[in-house]
C-alpha cells in the first residue's frame, strides 16, 4: 500500500500539478454533475424533511393519527370515541390549518397535549399561564416577527400575541407558526366543534396494527387512521415526480462527465508511455499500473465531487424559495432548506464511480500494449479501435435498451416511467459504441470538405478513433439530451396548459386563492356571492369547490361538478358520464387515481368521508395532470354533504353580453371582500402555463448545463490533442504553414465533430423526445402531445454553436506556437 500511494504521489499527481489545466477542467466538469445532484437532493429533501421535522415535533410519541378525510376536518365528537378503544392511552385532539392573509400555520390544542411529551408540548409549556390569562391569546413561533401585545389577523377573528416561544420551536415550521387553546383556534378559524386530528398513544404492550384497526372500525370511516408520518407522504406527490425528472438531467451530466474522463485517461496513457514503458521494463505489471491509474481517478472524482457537493448546496438553498406554488399544496410546514444525510456521500460515491468506471475502460489500453509497442504512438495501434465482439455485443445490449424504454414508456408505470428517459440513454451509448468505425470515418469525411485544412484535420481523427469516438459521444449526449429535454417540456406544457384550458370559458373568477394554484380552501362566505351578483355586468355566478382528500393510501383532488361548470377534468368526460355524474350515480376518476387503486369504469369504490363510507361506481377514468396530486370528479350535491363542506371554494362569474370586462373585474374587486382574488380566465389558463412552466425551468436548466458541460469536454479534448501534436504542427509550421492554417486545421477537426455529433445528436433527441413524451403520459396522468417543430432545429443548432465555442482556445493555442517551441523536446 505504501509502495503504491508513493507512486501515485510521485507519478500520477505529479502528472496532474504538470497539466493544471486538464485537472481544474476535469474537475470542473465532475463537480458540475456533483452540484445539480446535490441541488435535486436538497430540493426534494428541504420540501419533505420541513413535513416531517413538523409531523414529528408535534406528535411526538404518537404511534397513531385519526386525521380528517379532507382539510375541513371531522367532528369533536370523535375524540371520546377514540379515547374509549381499549388500549388507547392518551387521545390528543388538535386542529392544524392556514389562517389569516398570509397563510400562517395555526395549531390548536389542550392538556391532553402533555401525554405526547412533543417538542410543541415543551416549547409551548412555559408560555401556558399567559395562554390562560389573555383573553384571545395566542404563542407565537420566533421567527414570525411578532412581539407580545402584538394583534393578528387569522381570517375569522383576531388573536393576541400572548406569548413569543423560545429557540427551541424554530425547528417546528422554521419557527413561523401560531399555536392557541384548542378552543380559541377553533373560535379564530371559524370551525366551533371541529379538529382536524387526534394524536393517539399506545399504552404499554398494546400492538399498534391491532389497535388502529380498532380505532378505524369505532370511527366507521369518519376519518383515516394512519402513523403520524402518513401526513407528509401523501403531500409529496409533486416534488417526487419533479426529483425524478431533475434527476434523470442531473444524471446526464454525470455520463458527460464519464465520456471526458475516458478522454482525458486515455489521452494521459498516450502521453505517460515513455513513464509506462520504463515502470514495465522495471518489472512493473499492467494491474499496478491500472491500479494506479484507477486511484488518480478515484481521487480526481472524490475531489471533484466535493467541491460540486458545496456548490450545489449554494444552488439548492437558492431554489427553494422559487418552486411554484401548486407544488408546495398541501404543505403545513414552511419550507426550509434541510439537506438529507446522504445527499453529499452519494453524490461523491457517484462521482468516485463514474471517474473510476470511465477511467477503468479508457486504463485497458495499458494491457493492449506491450512494453515494446509503448514506445510507438498508442493511437496509431491497434489498441485504438474496439473489437469486434464487443461491437456486437453492444448493438445487442442498444436493441433491448431500446425496446425496454418503449415497453416502459408504454405499460402506464406511473412515475417508475421515468424509468425510460435512462433507457434511451444506455440504449444511444451503445448502439454509438457499435457504430464507432464509422462514426470516426463520417468525422474524417466531414472534417475533408474544409479543404487542405480539413486533409490534416481527417488524418488527425482518423489516428485516434478513441478519442475521436469519446468526444462525439460527448458532443452528441449533451445536445441529445438538451433537444429531447426542451422538447418534452415543451410538449408537457402545452399539453397541460390544454387540459385546464376550459378555465378560459369563464369570463372571471374569485376566491382567496391565486390563479394557478388550485383553489381547496377555505370555504367562501355565503355574502361574497350575493356581492359579485350584485356587481353591475354580471350575468351569473357559478360554485366550484376543490378540496385535498385522502382515498387509500394517497391524497386525492376532490372536485365538485354542477350544471355548466367548466372545471377540469368536464371536457374529458363523455355525455353519458356527465350526466350521470350530475345525478349523483358515481364519480370519475384520473389515471393514477385508477392505476393506484386497481380500478377500471363500472367498478366500485369505497370513499371514506367525515359522514361514513360511500361506495360508489367508477363511471369513467379519465386524464388528469396529476404533477400534486390525482383526481375524483363527484357531483357538487355530493361533495358538499359527504363531506360536510357547504358552500365553494372559488366562483366563476359570467359576464352580461357587451358588458366591458375591465369595467367589471374593477366592479368585482370593489366589491369582494379584503382577502379575495379576482382574475380573469384567460389570466388563470395562463398562471397555469405559468406553474408548469416554472416546474419545468429547472430541468431545462440543467440540460444546457450538460450542454455547457459538453463544451468544455471539446475544449479540454481538442488541447490535449494540439499538446500531443505540438511536435506535428512544429513540422507543419517548419514545411511553411501559415498560422491560419494551422488554427483552421483544428477548427476543422472541432467542425467535424461538432457536425456529426450535433446531427446525432438532433436525431437521438428528437427519438428520445418521442419515448419520453410517452413516459410523461404516464408520470403526469395527461396525454402529454408529441410534437418536434421547429424548435428541434433551434435547440440543435444552440447547442451545437454552444459545444462548438470549446474549439476557439485550443485553436489560438496551436496557431501561436513558434517553430522552435513546437519541436523542442520535452
Same mark, same amino acid.
Request: hydrophobic content about 55%; proline content about 5%.
Given at each position: ?683 388563470? !389558463?395562463? *398562471? #397555469?402555463? +405559468? /406553474?408548469? =412552466?416554472?416546474?419545468?425551468?429547472? @430541468? $431545462? &436548466? ?106 476557439? !482556445?485550443? *485553436? #489560438?493555442? +496551436? /496557431?501561436? =506556437?513558434?517553430?522552435?517551441?513546437? @519541436? $523542442? &523536446?520535452?
Amino acid at each position: 500500500m505504501r509502495a503504491a500511494l508513493s507512486r501515485v504521489r510521485v507519478l500520477n499527481l505529479r502528472e496532474m500539478r504538470v497539466h493544471p489545466g486538464r485537472t481544474v477542467m476535469t474537475v470542473s466538469v465532475v463537480a458540475t454533475a456533483a452540484c445539480l445532484l446535490v441541488a435535486v437532493f436538497g430540493i426534494a429533501g428541504s420540501v419533505t424533511g420541513s413535513a416531517d421535522r413538523l409531523v414529528s415535533g408535534i406528535g411526538g410519541n404518537a404511534d397513531l393519527e385519526v386525521s380528517g378525510v379532507t382539510d375541513s376536518g371531522f367532528d369533536e365528537s370523535l375524540v371520546p370515541v377514540v379515547a374509549g378503544v381499549p388500549g388507547v392511552a392518551t387521545a390528543a385532539p388538535m386542529l392544524r390549518a392556514t389562517a389569516g392573509p398570509d397563510r400562517t400555520l395555526l395549531l390548536g390544542a389542550d392538556a391532553r397535549m402533555a401525554g405526547l411529551g412533543s417538542e410543541l408540548q415543551g416549547a409551548v409549556a412555559p408560555a401556558t399561564t399567559a395562554l390562560a390569562t389573555t383573553p384571545g391569546g395566542v404563542a407565537v413561533g420566533p421567527a414570525t416577527g411578532l412581539s407580545v401585545g402584538d394583534r393578528l389577523d387569522l381570517g375569522a377573528g383576531t388573536a393576541t400575541v400572548a406569548a413569543v416561544l423560545g429557540p427551541d420551536a424554530e425547528r417546528l415550521s422554521a419557527g413561523r407558526f401560531v399555536v392557541a387553546p384548542l378552543a380559541t383556534a377553533q373560535a379564530l378559524t371559524g370551525r366551533p366543534d371541529r379538529i382536524d386530528s387526534i394524536l393517539v398513544v399506545a399504552a404499554p404492550g398494546v400492538d399498534a396494527a391491532a389497535l388502529r384497526a380498532d380505532i378505524s372500525e369505532a370511527v366507521a370511516g369518519r376519518a383515516i387512521v394512519a402513523e403520524p408520518s402518513v401526513r407528509a407522504a401523501q403531500s409529496g406527490g409533486g416534488i417526487a415526480v419533479m426529483r425524478a425528472l431533475t434527476l434523470s438531467a442531473a444524471s446526464g451530466a454525470l455520463v458527460v462527465a464519464g465520456f471526458l474522463i475516458y478522454t482525458v485517461t486515455g489521452m494521459a496513457v498516450a502521453a505517460r508511455r515513455p513513464t509506462i514503458s520504463l515502470l514495465r521494463a522495471l518489472g512493473g505489471r499492467q494491474r499496478m499500473i491500472v491500479r494506479d491509474l484507477l486511484i488518480e481517478s478515484a481521487l480526481l472524482g472524490a475531489v471533484a465531487g466535493l467541491i460540486g457537493s458545496a456548490l450545489g448546496v449554494l444552488v439548492g438553498r437558492a431554489a427553494i424559495g422559487s418552486l411554484p406554488a401548486a407544488l408546495l399544496q398541501g404543505f403545513e410546514a414552511e419550507t426550509e432548506y434541510l439537506l438529507p444525510g446522504y445527499a453529499i456521500p452519494v453524490a461523491i460515491a457517484a462521482c468516485v464511480a463514474a471517474s473510476v468506471a470511465a477511467a477503468a475502460l479508457a486504463a485497458r489500453q495499458v494491457h493492449a500494449v506491450s512494453p515494446v509497442e509503448a514506445l510507438v504512438p498508442l493511437e496509431a495501434s491497434a489498441a485504438g479501435t474496439v473489437r469486434p465482439s464487443l461491437r456486437v455485443a453492444a448493438l445487442v445490449g442498444g436493441v433491448v435498451a431500446a425496446v425496454a424504454a418503449f415497453v416502459v414508456a408504454t405499460s402506464d408505470a406511473g412515475r417508475m416511467s421515468v424509468l425510460a428517459i435512462a433507457l434511451t440513454t444506455i440504449a444511444q451509448v451503445l448502439v454509438c459504441l457499435a457504430a464507432a468505425p464509422w462514426l470516426v470515418r463520417a468525422a474524417s469525411t466531414v472534417a475533408r470538405v474544409f479543404g487542405a485544412p480539413g486533409a490534416l484535420a481527417a488524418a488527425t481523427l482518423e489516428r485516434a478513433p478513441r478519442r475521436v469516438w469519446a468526444t462525439l459521444m460527448t458532443v452528441l449526449v449533451g445536445i441529445s439530451m438538451t433537444v429531447s429535454t426542451m422538447g418534452t417540456n415543451a410538449n408537457v406544457i402545452d399539453s397541460a396548459t390544454a387540459s385546464f384550458a376550459s378555465l378560459g370559458d369563464v369570463d372571471a373568477y374569485v376566491g382567496p386563492s391565486d390563479p394557478g394554484v388550485f383553489p381547496t380552501a377555505p370555504i367562501l362566505p355565503p355574502e361574497v356571492e350575493s356581492a359579485v351578483l350584485a356587481v353591475p355586468g354580471v350575468a351569473g355566478v357559478g360554485s366550484w369547490q376543490m378540496a385535498f382528500a385522502s382515498l387509500g393510501d394517497s391524497r386525492v383532488m376532490l372536485t365538485g361538478i354542477e350544471d355548466g361548470s367548466t372545471a377540469p377534468p368536464v371536457r374529458s368526460l363523455t355525455d353519458d358520464t356527465h350526466a350521470r355524474l350530475l345525478a349523483g350515480e358515481g364519480v370519475a376518476v384520473s389515471r393514477d387515481v385508477a392505476r393506484s387503486l386497481g380500478l377500471h369504469a363500472g367498478d366500485h369504490v369505497d370513499l371514506p368521508t367525515p359522514t361514513g363510507v360511500h361506495s360508489v361506481e367508477v363511471l369513467q377514468v379519465v386524464p388528469f395532470f396529476s404533477a400534486t396530486s390525482g383526481v375524483v370528479a363527484l357531483s357538487m350535491t355530493q361533495l358538499r354533504q359527504w363531506y360536510e363542506r357547504p358552500g365553494s371554494t372559488i366562483l366563476g362569474v359570467r359576464f352580461e353580453p357587451g358588458a366591458d370586462p375591465a369595467t367589471v373585474l374593477a366592479g368585482l374587486r370593489a366589491a369582494v371582500p379584503d382577502g379575495m382574488n379576482v382574475y380573469s380566465g384567460a389570466e388563470s !389558463v395562463d *398562471a #397555469v402555463e +405559468a /406553474s408548469v =412552466r416554472g416546474a419545468t425551468v429547472l @430541468i $431545462a &436548466a440543467m440540460a444546457w448545463i450538460v450542454v455547457a458541460v459538453a463544451a468544455v469536454a471539446l475544449l479540454n479534448t481538442l488541447t490535449l490533442s494540439v499538446l500531443e501534436r505540438r511536435r506535428e504542427i512544429g513540422v507543419v509550421r517548419a514545411m511553411g504553414a501559415s498560422r491560419r492554417f494551422v488554427s483552421r486545421s483544428v477548427l476543422a477537426e472541432a467542425a467535424a465533430i461538432g457536425l456529426v455529433g450535433g446531427g446525432l445528436g438532433a436525431l437521438f433527441g428528437a427519438a428520445n423526445q418521442y419515448v419520453n413524451s410517452l413516459a410523461m403520459t404516464g408520470v403526469l396522468g395527461v396525454d402529454v402531445r408529441y410534437d418536434v417543430g421547429s424548435a428541434l432545429l433551434l435547440f440543435t443548432a444552440a447547442a451545437t454553436a454552444l459545444a462548438m465555442v470549446g474549439a476557439i !482556445v485550443p *485553436a #489560438v493555442q +496551436a /496557431s501561436r =506556437r513558434t517553430v522552435v517551441a513546437a @519541436i $523542442a &523536446a520535452d
